[in-house]
């Protein structure tokens, strides 16, 4: 792969509404990824490989549990420092983000927010620095833009829960240390259980020859009469909405991350232009390319915008779960459109592994379809904006 050469481009000037803070730790997260991701990534998605060796790097820059408070080992950054750290990882490649937004809002985030004192120190302090490893288990085999109508489910037997079912499409599932995981109790109601390594008849075989994501290891976890003890079950919030408030905080994140993929996807296409010469001229000289490039300036501004107002939402905990939908709809949409066409600008070298714009538009493809599908938060925005239900 070509040396990382990245400049990230700021149109509107939206370094000037960061904080000085903000902007430090987004240059720490940048410059990490430059140093430390750029140059193994490639190969670790060519090889179908998480790269474990970045782990303790992701904590480091404050990658897993940004926002969680430091008394956890949280970071204690507020929701735009949270968003620049997606964004620049997502910029190095969107697996990395995806196994740090799992760590982070969908591991972390339920065990902080609906869990009790004990478990938030047993496991929030080793999941910061990446000691442990997190997974999410919502999506079944028959149930992913419907997760109510999951089948996972435990049993009240005394001294602990026997937990049966199993769920598909799981990231860092096949190296995970705990997994938070959903299931319907005897009353049918949803609760989140902290399934860990090594509980008998708890396993996670990986899924295997994805074309997306590939340096995210993504699996399974069956569950087969494990014993689950009682004092792992999170007792402070149960029913649908508990998972959807982790997806709503994974789901901003990613509407930043998106950026990220974007940007260095424009970035990519905008140097190529002036340095491949066709027909006598750089082709960023031709009005058809620079059409491409002026698009795709104006949708990455409009989407650094989207992200930052909904940042500032999220600061004064204002912000709704449809304005989240909205962005992570718009954001990863406008960035797989941007892969999409600075590919093209790049002809065949584009489709090699030189360039980073193939791996992250089929990276992509999966950011459309995880954390709710682009058509499910169409549906959500329709909802939220008529009031009528469109989901079924
Ligand atoms: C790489 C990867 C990693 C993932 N990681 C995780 C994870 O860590 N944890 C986890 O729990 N899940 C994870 N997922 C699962 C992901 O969230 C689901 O794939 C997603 O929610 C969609 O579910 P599905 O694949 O079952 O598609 P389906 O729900 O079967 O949808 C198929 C199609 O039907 C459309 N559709 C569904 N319902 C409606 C409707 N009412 N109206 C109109 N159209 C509709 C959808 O938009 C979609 O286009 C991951 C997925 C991938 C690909």
Redesign the pocket.
Known sequence: MKPDLFEAPDYYNIDDLLTEEHKLIRDAARAWVKRDVSPIIEEAAQKAQFPKSIIPGLAEIGAFGPYIPEEYGGAGLDQISYGLIMQEIERGDSGVR?TAS?QSS?VMYPIWKYGNEEQRKKYLPKLATGEWMG?????EPDH???PAGMVTSYKDKGDHYLLNGA?L????SPFCDVAVVWAKNEEGRIHGLVVERGMEGFSTPETHN?W??RA?A?GELIFQDVKVPKENLLPNKSGLGAPLGCLDSARYGIAWGAIGAAMDCYDTALRYSKERIQFGKPIGGFQLQQKKLAEMITEITKAQLLALRLGQLKNEDKATSAQISMAKRNNVDMALKIAREARQMLGGMGITGEYPIMRHMMNLE?VI????????HL?ITGLDVTGLNA??
């Open positions: 995806s799992v969908l997974s999410f288990g919502l999506t992913g833009s419907n769920k499409w799981i990231s860092n994805k997306s994501l995210s993504t999966s379809t995880y954390e709710g599908t682009h058509d499910i549906l989901f079924k």
